[in-house]
């Protein structure tokens, strides 16, 4: 039998400004270097390297090698997950320049959460699937109705469930700066490696926050009557 859950060693490991500021920038889904990622933090190569060995043990992050260096990536969607609801909880930090008035804008437009959409583009492309009744409602969960698996396969987006993964198929997550929820699981990650394939969304350059294209405000308003 397994005892509770031990949160206090959780909080531990995030509740530490430079670990936060480490695991916030992988929250996207991408894999950093070490030095990339002590950068970010304003930390020594030594300091972020014991940081990171803490957060690997912990289990918030993996690490991957390839020939001298070592990238870390966050260890799976349900540490992106909590990071998400802890910032939409949070006390906002003041901006303090226009640079980070610009990027905070940009995240809140749209942005990915581990490997799905998020910020205002991510919840308004959700409500407009609830109103069309192509996903519904289910305790901390989306169901994915028939039309709703027949509109999304005919997009070109994989709707099947992995096999023998413990994932969640489509599951709530809250938004931390709609304060309102958007699809995560598999098929929200399904459907946001679609909308890159189709070019209606891209990458901005500081790997999170992404743009809808022309194509995408285009597509967007055809196939869901989504308005932008």
């Not at 540490?79 to 939409?88: D, G, P, R, S, T």
């Not at 909308?195 to 196939?223: C, K, M, N, Q, Y």
């Amino acid at each position: 039998m397994n005892s509770s859950p031990d949160i206090v060693e959780v909080a531990s490991l995030i509740g530490e400004p430079s670990r936060v500021a480490i695991l916030i920038s992988l929250i996207g889904g991408k894999a950093l270097p070490a030095s990339e990622l002590a950068r970010i933090a304003r930390i020594t190569p030594q300091t972020a390297s014991s940081h990171l060995a803490k957060l690997v043990e912990g289990g918030l992050l993996s690490q991957e090698s390839y020939g001298r260096h070592r990238y870390y990536r966050l260890a799976n969607p349900e540490v992106a997950h909590a990071l998400e609801a802890l910032q939409a909880i949070a006390v906002p930090k003041p901006v303090r320049s226009l640079r980070e008035s610009d990027q905070m804008k940009a995240l809140q437009y749209a942005r990915t959460c581990y490997d799905h959409l998020a910020g205002k583009i991510g919840v308004a492309l959700t409500d407009r699937l609830l109103e069309l009744g192509l996903i519904q409602e289910s305790g901390k969960d989306f169901l994915l109705s028939a039309e709703g698996k027949a509109k999304l396969q005919a997009l070109g987006v994989e709707v099947d469930p992995p096999p023998k993964s413990r994932r969640h198929f489509a599951r709530q997550c809250l938004d931390w700066s709609e304060r309102r929820h958007h699809v995560a699981g598999s098929l929200g990650a399904s459907l946001t490696k679609r909308l890159f394939e189709l070019g209606w969304i891209e990458r901005l350059p500081d790997g999170r926050a992404v743009r809808v294209t022309a194509a995408g405000i285009s597509g967007l308003s055809e196939e869901f009557g989504l308005k932008l």
